[in-house]
T-cell receptor
Framework: GDSVTQTEGLVTLTEGLPVMLNCTYQ??????LFWYVQHLNEAPKLLLK?????KRTEHQGFHATLHKSSSSFHLQKSSAQLSDSALYYC??????????FGQGTILKVYL | EAAVTQSPRNKVAVTGGKVTLSCNQT?????MYWYRQDTGHGLRLIHY???????EKGDIPDGYKASRPSQENFSLILELATPSQTSVYFC?????????????FGSGTRLTVL
């Protein structure tokens, strides 16, 4: 079945440094990939999504590019801010099936 | 912005007791979902619904029932709560657009089973 892997459980960064959260996936079908973000004591919400191979998708300073050749959809930001500290989920849906989430990556940004 | 409201925000229950978690959405979305969130497991799907009167099993349905009496309301029921069901539970409604469904989550219910 479909699966999503986020290899880092916790990423810690100093403010101003670049952010990269890894996401790889497995599916036999065409896919939509998503990043959801959950700030402390809040609901998860959609950050960005894509189904187009090799096209950069951007939202709120974050960007990700779906690479079907490597089954990856890494989340990036050029400069981390304190307010980026949150739990980030990568997720996929394929052929209209239900969303499958990765294990999540906690991002902590320090001064 | 889509609105999903969960109640209660926090719940403490005893082992063997019955627990009902409630969810209300004002988005008029057909699909609704119940997830549990546990460290190291991410969000796991318990039950979902395509509309009033419909409930479907998700990936981890054992020990849970669901009820969708109306378009707006979707409940998760633990008939005999166990400590392993201690978790944070999220309800979501789904909106189809651009060939994919976006989920709108509630703020969660923290359940502790003693």
């Amino acid at each position: 079945g479909d699966s999503v892997t986020q290899t880092e459980g916790l990423v810690t960064l100093t403010e101003g440094l670049p952010v990269m959260l890894n996401c790889t996936y497995q599916t036999a079908y065409s896919t939509f990939l998503f990043w959801y973000v959950q700030h402390l004591n809040e609901a998860p919400k959609l950050l960005l999504k894509s189904s187009t191979d090799n096209k950069r998708t951007e939202h709120q300073g974050f960007h990700a590019t779906l690479h079907k050749s490597s089954s990856s959809f890494h989340l990036q930001k050029s400069s981390a801010q304190l307010s980026d500290s949150a739990l980030y989920y990568c997720a996929l849906t394929s052929s209209g099936q239900k969303l499958v989430f990765g294990q999540g990556t906690i991002l902590k940004v320090y001064l | 912005e889509a609105a999903v409201t969960q109640s209660p925000r926090n719940k403490v229950a005893v082992t063997g007791g019955k627990v009902t978690l409630s969810c209300n959405q004002t988005n008029n979305h057909n699909n609704m979902y119940w997830y549990r969130q546990d460290t190291g497991h991410g969000l796991r799907l318990i039950h979902y619904s395509y509309g009033a009167g419909s409930t479907e099993k998700g990936d981890i349905p054992d020990g849970y029932k669901a009820s969708r009496p109306s378009q707006e309301n979707f409940s998760l029921i633990l008939e005999l709560a166990t400590p392993s069901q201690t978790s944070v539970y999220f309800c979501a409604s789904g909106d189809w657009g651009e060939r994919a469904e976006t989920l709108y989550f509630g703020s969660g219910t923290r359940l502790t089973v003693l």
